[in-house]
Every structure is written in structure tokens, then in C-alpha cells.
């Protein structure tokens, strides 16, 4: 018999380890069903969901070149109401899906503060090159002594506690 993905078979399981099971298909080839194919539910104990020599519809998802047959068998079971039903909008998720979503609010804009203000740009027009310098130095240090104290009170120095 010829074995092709998408087609659905019915097999009989000969082997369960902690990662899949194995399954007899017609013809005497053998496939592997993974932990994550067994239910749409969450798997932890294969034997809870499969036991041995059980019989089982299974769905081929993948023939590897080497001959390995991987199987579903929660592909090939039909789809239950709850697998047909679309995601919960994005307004819902995370509310119990039947709570009506808040109505969206409009917050008024935050000022950020990255721990210095912003400085107008430094306009070259009829500067020299040294009065450049010294106002780039300047605005530097600026910076510098900002970021210091910055990082100083993030990291709780003795400057900062009070005495």
C-alpha cells in the first residue's frame, strides 16, 4: 500500500514512550505519532490518552526521505465545535471572553523624561570654531553630570541616602 501525506489510516499502537507513540499502519509500515499530535488538549502523560494495541484513526502530516512516516491523531479526528471557533478578539482575550470589552480611552500625551531636557540644536551660524567647541563641552558635561547622577540614584550610592 502507498503511503501519502494527507491521507487518513487507521493503525494499531505497538510501542508508547514518554515523546510519542508508534503505530502499525496497514501494509506492516510503522509510523511515530508525537506527544504534541496525540490531542488538541495538552498531553502530559501519553498512557492517559493511548494504550497498547489500541486501534487509532491517524492522519499522515510528513514522510521523510529516509522512509519515517509522521502521524497525527488529533488531525485526524473530525473538529469539534470548539476547534471551528475563531480566536477571541483582541478586545476580549484575557477577560473571560463573554465580559463585553472597555470602552478604548483617550489618555492625554505624557511628557517622557530621559533624565535630562532637551536642548534646542546648536546653530554653527557665524560661530567660531573654539565658541563651537565650548558649547558642545559644555552641553557634553551637561549630559554627563545628568547620566551620572542618573545612574548613581539607580544604583542607591551613598550620595544619595539620606543621613
Known amino acids: 500500500m502507498q503511503l501519502e501525506v494527507g491521507s487518513i489510516l487507521e493503525g494499531r ?12 499502519l496497514p501494509g506492516g509500515k510503522t509510523g511515530m505519532v508525537h506527544i504534541s ?4 488538549s495538552y498531553v502530559k502523560e501519553i498512557t492517559d490518552y493511548l494504550s497498547m494495541n489500541q486501534m487509532v484513526k491517524v492522519k499522515i502530516i510528513g514522510i521523510t526521505p529516509e ?6 491523531i488529533k488531525q485526524a479526528a ?3 465545535p470548539t476547534q471551528d471557533r475563531q480566536p477571541a478578539p483582541r478586545a476580549l482575550r484575557g477577560q473571560g471572553g ?3 470589552a472597555r470602552p478604548f480611552q483617550r489618555r492625554a500625551p505624557r511628557e517622557v523624561s530621559y533624565g535630562f531636557d532637551r536642548r534646542q540644536p546648536i ?3 557665524n560661530m567660531s ?3 563651537m567647541m565650548s558649547k558642545f563641552k ?5 549630559k554627563m553630570s545628568d547620566l551620572k547622577r542618573y545612574t548613581d540614584m539607580k544604583r542607591g550610592s551613598a550620595r544619595n541616602r539620606p543621613r
Do not use: C, M, Y
Request: charged share 30%.
Open 37 to 40: 499530535e496525540v490531542a488538541s
Open 138 to 142: 559644555q552641553a557634553s558635561d551637561d
Open 129 to 131: 570654531f573654539e565658541d
Open 78 to 80: 473530525p473538529a469539534s
Open 123 to 125: 546653530t554653527n551660524e
Open 67 to 72: 522512509g519515517k512516516v509522521s502521524l497525527s
Open 98 to 100: 463573554d465580559r463585553p
Open 13 to 24: 499502537v505497538t510501542g508508547i514512550t514518554k515523546f510519542g507513540a508508534f503505530i502499525e
